[in-house]
């Protein structure tokens, strides 16, 4: 069992920074991925980036490729999302995810194990 706790999230203006952070207790084990995923209002969840524990990993969706930049804290056991250059169309809850077996792309929004709550980041023009 993981328990996964996001933080982080605000409101910010338009070409503005944010670190989101996800505290995982439990066992995470060497063989998992993490993943953030966000939903906007009226819109169906989305993957935003991904990392694979043992071998670091990454893979993001295209429309946050060279302004969000996913890492791992093995020590920590947590996983950050560095936001960059922040956009009106990212405003949305951001989740943390787990996948305990990840043999899918990591996308796919029935593959995660393991949830957050959520914390909105809200970004004005």
């Known amino acids: 069992q993981v328990q996964l706790v996001e933080s982080g999230g605000g409101l910010v203006q338009s070409g503005d920074s944010l670190r989101l952070s996800c505290a995982a207790s439990g066992v995470i084990y060497s063989s998992y991925r993490m993943a953030w995923f966000r939903q906007a209002p009226g819109q169906e969840r989305e993957f935003v980036a991904s990392?694979?524990?043992?071998?670091?990993?990454?893979e993001y969706a295209d429309s946050v490729k060279g302004r969000f930049t996913i890492s791992r804290d093995a020590a920590e056991n947590t996983v950050l999302l560095e936001m960059n250059n922040l956009k009106p169309e990212d405003t949305a809850v951001y989740y943390c995810?787990?996948?305990?077996?990840?043999?899918?792309?990591?996308?796919?929004?029935?593959?995660?194990?393991?949830w957050g709550q959520g914390t909105q980041v809200t970004v004005s023009s």
């Open positions: 995810a787990a996948d305990a077996f990840p043999d899918s792309s990591p996308a796919v929004i029935g593959a995660y194990d393991w």
């Open positions: 990392v694979t524990w043992r071998n670091n990993k990454k």
